[in-house]
């Protein structure tokens, strides 16, 4: 399961003015209460030791931070036992290397750059 977090981006026209100001102002206001569309939910594979995440917004330079999105995610993280290495990160994609569970654990990932 992967889920997009994501808030509203104004169109780069309207043909209101006033309303397209209005929405432009929303969309800063946004970026400055820290909303801003770099996060996605997902679960890791119960059959494997890697998930691959495939997001258009990965780019070979991104950096990945992962949070636990649930209990199981959150004991994993503190085990040490997940990471995605940086020579995962490709256009498109990024992995998560993690041990295996029977445990559905699910995180948070925030794309950076």
């Known amino acids: 399961m ?9 169109d780069f026209d309207h ?6 100001r209005r929405q432009l102002a929303e ?15 997902f679960d890791l594979s119960t059959t494997g030791g890697t998930t ?3 997001d258009v ?3 070979a330079t991104s ?6 999105g649930n209990d199981h995610g959150a004991a994993h993280l503190a085990s040490g036992t997940v990471e995605v ?3 995962t990160i490709r256009p498109g994609q990024f992995t998560v290397a ?7 654990r699910s995180y948070r990932a925030v794309i950076l750059a």
Do not use: F, I
């Open 85 to 87: 290495p940086p020579s």
């Open 98 to 104: 993690h041990t295996l569970s029977g445990l559905t």
């Open 2 to 10: 992967v889920a997009v977090v994501s808030y509203p981006v104004p």
């Open 57 to 59: 917004r990965v780019a």
């Open 52 to 54: 691959t995440v495939q």
């Open 27 to 41: 969309a800063v206001r946004s970026l400055r209460d820290g909303k801003v569309n770099t996060a996605l939910d």
């Open 15 to 20: 043909p209101d003015e006033k309303e397209h």
């Open 63 to 68: 950096r990945v931070v992962l949070t636990a």
